[in-house]
């Protein structure tokens, strides 16, 4: 019989919103349990959450600190083996590094850190620790975006030209932060949020996208970021001009003050032989428009998929999956690479295929930095920052 995999969790507290998608996630497979947290700031209410998730009395920690310390004393078969960060962005660092320091992967939410020198500070920490780390960046896990992936891969749509991603939402038309939407609280505060709003909170999921599937590298971008609820801190809106490594043009948008607007994340790309179309409000069927033949709708679960879109699919064709499947799909990958782990065949690397790792983690904090820089530069070009996504840390993402 397969034995699960033991994890804990920081953040995800009663009313909080990820945790508990992380969890439902986590439990698709029926490969992983859910062992231990430090689930509020607040030590009582860590407590009492924990307990009603049916987590034993003296795994219910009020702090992560004490998490780390306390998990890392028990014994091999009873610690937990990886912690799923789930807080707001300023204690994604310090709990990952806590749990680095202490022995254990690290799955964390994005963006990453609050900060590029805090990612590399992470970087260094993950290389001398030998453990794991991932970033949920559930649209990459998405079948229909593999399908996109393996068709641009296989040079169906000719040269990549250009590419069209947008998410917008509409959730932070009104200043819905000073009306007690706690959600909004933190994600407006410079403080724990990070340098930007919108952009470190979904524009960075929809570049993250758009390296993902051309598997090009944006080069150079130019940048606008707008507050348009004038008494928020941050932006809550923005456009992106880019140019990637192969001469491609493209256009990211991102918006959180698009009234009535959902989870509008749209990717729309152009080669010189044909188009693709994916959306992820409708994430089973995928847009293929060619010059030359009529326009084809591929849809999952169906016989005409490769086989790593229908790797990520669990049902059969129309029964809708989504959002929480495509987290699922990386809490499986990880916990494959959990145990080639503690079989000691992760092989040297940090990443785990089929999960965005620490490469994508600091391509992220260098977008939002640069994005941020590029906004209030009379420039108009900037060069993308360096970062070394070293050997050690390529995988698939
Ligand atoms: N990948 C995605 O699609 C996605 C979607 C939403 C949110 N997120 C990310 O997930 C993270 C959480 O977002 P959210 O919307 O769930 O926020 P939230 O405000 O709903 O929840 C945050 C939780 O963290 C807890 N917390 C705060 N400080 C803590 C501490 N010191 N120790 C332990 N717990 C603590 C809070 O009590 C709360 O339960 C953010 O980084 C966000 O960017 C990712």
């Known amino acids: 019989m ?18 508990a998608v ?34 034993k009395a003296q795994r219910a920690y009020p702090d992560f600190e004490t998490m780390m310390r306390s998990e890392s004393q028990l014994a091999s078969g ?3 083996e990886f912690v799923s960060v789930v807080t707001p962005n300023h204690l994604h660092f310090d709990v990952a590094d806590c749990a680095l320091r202490a022995g254990f992967h690290v799955l964390s939410d994005k963006p990453a850190t ?64 000073h009306h007690g939407n706690a959600q909004a609280q933190w994600r407006t505060n410079p403080l724990l949020a990070g340098p930007s709003g919108c952009f470190g909170d979904i524009g960075v999921h929809a570049f993250n996208l758009t390296e993902y599937v051309t598997g090009l590298r944006v080069s150079e971008l130019s940048a606008e970021l707008n507050r348009i609820v ?15 490594d ?27 032989r044909a188009g693709l179309e ?29 086989p790593s879109a229908a790797a990520l699919g669990r049902v059969p064709a129309g029964h809708p999956e989504g959002y929480i499947e495509a987290f699922a799909n990386i809490y499986r990958s990880f916990a494959a690479g959990v145990r080639l782990a503690a079989n000691g065949n992760a092989a040297g690397s940090s990443t785990v295929a089929g999960v965005p790792g ?20 009379k420039n108009k070009w900037h060069s993308f920052p360096a970062v070394s996504e070293s050997k050690f840390s390529r995988g698939s993402n």
């Open 22 to 55: 992380h969890r439902s996630a986590a439990a698709v497979d029926g490969e992983l349990e859910l062992v231990c947290g430090a689930f509020s700031s607040n030590p009582g209410r860590s407590i009492e959450a924990a307990e009603r998730l049916g987590i």
């Open 78 to 80: 009873e610690r937990m």
């Open 114 to 177: 609050i900060s590029l020198e805090q990612c590399i500070k992470l970087q260094a920490q993950l290389r001398r620790s030998g453990r794991l780390y991932g970033l949920t960046h559930p649209y990459t896990a998405y079948p229909m975006i593999a399908e996109a992936k393996e068709r641009i891969a296989a040079g169906e749509l000719g040269k990549v030209r250009k590419v069209i991603v947008e998410y917008t939402q509409g959730w932070l038309t009104d200043p819905v932060e």
């Open 278 to 306: 994916w959306q992820q409000m409708e994430p089973n069927s995928l847009w293929l428009r060619h010059t030359s033949k009529p326009t084809e709708l591929v849809r999952t679960g169906t016989s005409f998929v490769s």
């Open 358 to 377: 620490i490469g994508a983690a600091l391509r992220g904090m260098a977008f939002i930095e640069a994005v941020v820089a590029a906004s209030v530069s």
């Open 246 to 272: 192969n001469g491609a043009h493209g256009v990211l948008i991102a918006s959180q003050i698009c009234a009535g607007e959902e989870n509008r994340l749209s990717l729309r790309i152009y080669g010189d």
């Open 2 to 19: 397969l034995k699960k995999i033991k994890y804990g969790m920081v953040g995800g507290g009663d009313g909080s919103f990820i945790g």
């Open 230 to 244: 004038s008494e928020r801190q941050l932006d809550d809106d923005g456009t992106a001009l880019l140019k990637f």
